[in-house]
């Protein structure tokens, strides 16, 4: 008789459940115990030992070289062993091709006619012609316009078991979301991103509204006396330590400002 075997626990069910949908992609049999207890009492979970997901005793060995794998920051399947940080950024290349080629798709529509004009060096032919196959849909929802009758308006507004506004839904909402990623693409240019902060020497900064430094005396006059001026400037705010700076002064160090 196989027996269950504890794997793994934690007090959060969420860190079970990601470790569960990674081994049974191993063909792994998982199951986790006492989660509806810790759901219903978060305090009880010290009590009862925590979630615990447990796998056959015959699985166990498998599951904890993934786990180690995990751990190590590794993947691995039947063709070798992966980082899991280049998996990442591979994929994300990957997202970002695709959205390029979506963005210059609508932004030069005869494309979708010549897909073979398409270059990318990280996505095959058949990958294109899938998104190609994708956009000739956005086009189509894209052309759609509103149609509206009054025979139609009354049977749907006199049968209850009609819906009369779906007449004012022409798109889905999955086409507008596809719509904003593709808009934003290229919405910023990549210097927004590049600055490095004088501060702290973080690149995670960003271009916008300033967090600090909203406005001076000098500033609040001249919006008082050419309305609309604008009363919060833009400023290039660092996420790391907090710190503002004008995007001149992005390459320029601490001591020369």
């Given at each position: 008789m196989i027996k269950l075997e504890t794997l793994f626990s934690s007090n959060?069910?969420?860190?079970?459940?990601?470790?569960?949908g990674?081994?049974?992609?191993?063909?792994?049999?998982?199951?986790?115990?006492?989660?509806?207890?810790?759901?219903?009492?978060?305090?009880r979970a010290v009590a009862?030992?925590?979630?615990?997901?447990?796998?056959?005793?015959?699985?166990?060995d498998l599951a904890k070289k993934i786990v180690e794998k995990i751990k190590k920051g590794n993947?691995?399947?039947?063709?070798?062993?992966?980082?899991?940080?280049?998996?990442?950024?591979?994929?994300?290349?990957?997202q970002m091709e695709v959205l390029r080629i979506k963005f210059e798709t609508r932004k030069?529509?005869?494309?979708?006619?010549?897909?073979?004009?398409?270059?990318?060096t990280i996505l095959s032919q058949n990958d294109i012609d899938l998104i190609i196959d994708s956009e000739k849909d956005f086009q189509t929802i894209s052309n759609k316009t509103f149609t509206f009758t009054w025979k139609d308006f009354f049977y749907e507004l006199f049968d209850f078991n009609r819906d009369v506004f779906k007449y004012l839904r022409t798109r889905s909402?999955?086409?507008?979301?596809?719509?904003?990623?593709?808009?934003?693409?290229?919405?910023?240019?990549?210097?927004?991103?590049?600055?490095i902060c004088p501060n702290c020497?973080?690149?995670?900064?960003?271009?916008?509204y300033a967090i600090d430094y909203k406005w001076d005396i000098w500033y609040?006059?001249?919006?008082?006396?050419?309305?609309?001026?604008?009363?919060?400037?833009?400023?290039?705010h660092c996420f790391d330590c907090g710190y503002d700076f004008k995007r001149q002064k992005a390459a320029t160090n601490k001591s020369d400002m």
């Open positions: 959060i069910p969420v860190d079970c459940h990601i470790l569960k990674r081994l049974e992609c191993e063909s792994i049999d998982c199951f986790v115990f006492d989660e509806n207890i810790v759901w219903v009492h978060p305090f009862v030992g925590g979630i615990k997901l447990k796998v056959p005793s015959d699985q166990l993947l691995f399947d039947e063709n070798g062993e992966y980082k899991i940080a280049e998996i990442l950024h591979s994929e994300y290349e990957r030069n529509p005869a494309l979708i006619d010549k897909p073979i004009e398409i270059k990318s909402v999955e086409y507008y979301l596809d719509k904003e990623i593709v808009d934003n693409y290229k919405s910023k240019s990549s210097s927004d991103f590049a600055a020497k973080s690149n995670n900064t960003r271009n916008g609040l006059i001249l919006s008082l006396l050419l309305a609309p001026f604008p009363l919060i400037r833009k400023k290039t």
